[in-house]
């Protein structure tokens, strides 16, 4: 256990309908990103923030997608309208910019599938 | 961030130090070189990481060449648990990481 939490760990959903994924960050941690995986593939970088602030959007990021992280703590990612191909693992990760380099912490992921 | 070449797959035998290469010869002097895995249907672990100096924790060992082109990862004694995909990443400090296809290591008995 990282101490990164997501919620749910699985979500089967019909296309079209809006989903909605939380992530609970380690306690301290004020940087928190959000990554997608696909089978036989490396994360892709999604967005990141800054405590509240998101302060990168990757362009895999299309308008139906949208993140926040009120109050710079949690996060939620919602997909509206979704799609077959959103099809995947949705992972957060969470670091203390600081300094000195510091390494990310993963949660287990959010497994989607789009029927 | 520069980008990485990894083999796409490597066979370790159990007992036996496991030998990951990476490759990052556009890396810039600020740059770190992190490792992580990933074992089936978790998420991303973190292993070690280093700029300069070689590195080593109670999970492995990180060697970077002097012109700091390249590094190893050591597993010194693999287990069958270490089997998972490995991922290389050259990053700025405190900046977001961006993963490659990693290299599929497997320990066999």
């Known amino acids: 256990d990282t101490g990164v939490s997501q919620d749910p760990r699985h979500k089967i959903t019909k296309r079209g309908q809006n989903v909605t994924f939380r992530c609970d960050p380690i306690s301290e941690h004020n940087r928190l990103y959000w990554y997608r995986q696909t089978l036989g593939q490396g994360p892709e970088f999604l967005t990141y923030f800054q405590n509240e602030a998101q302060l990168e959007k990757s362009r895999l990021l299309s308008d139906r997608f949208s993140a926040e992280r009120p109050k710079g703590s949690f996060s939620t990612l919602e997909i509206q309208r979704t799609e077959q191909g959103d099809s995947a693992m949705y992972l957060c990760?969470?670091?203390?910019?600081?300094?000195?380099?510091?390494?990310?912490?993963f949660g287990q992921g959010t497994r989607l599938t789009v029927v | 961030d520069a980008k990485t070449t990894q083999p796409t797959s490597m066979d370790c035998a159990e007992g036996r130090a496991a030998n990951l290469p990476c490759n990052h010869s556009t890396i810039s002097g600020n740059e770190y070189v992190y490792w992580y895995r990933q074992i089936h249907s978790q998420g991303p672990q973190y292993i070690i990481h280093?700029?300069?100096n070689n590195e080593t924790n109670e999970m492995a060992s990180l060697i970077i060449t002097e012109d700091r082109k390249s590094s190893t990862l050591i597993l010194p004694h693999a287990t069958l648990r270490d089997t998972a995909v490995y991922y290389c990443?050259?990053?700025?400090?405190?900046?977001?990481?961006?993963f490659g296809a990693g290299t599929r290591l497997t320990v066999k008995p």
């Open positions: 990760a969470s670091s203390l910019r600081g300094q000195g380099s510091t390494e990310a912490f």
């Open positions: 990443i050259v990053r700025l400090h405190n900046n977001d990481m961006r």
């Open positions: 280093g700029l300069k």
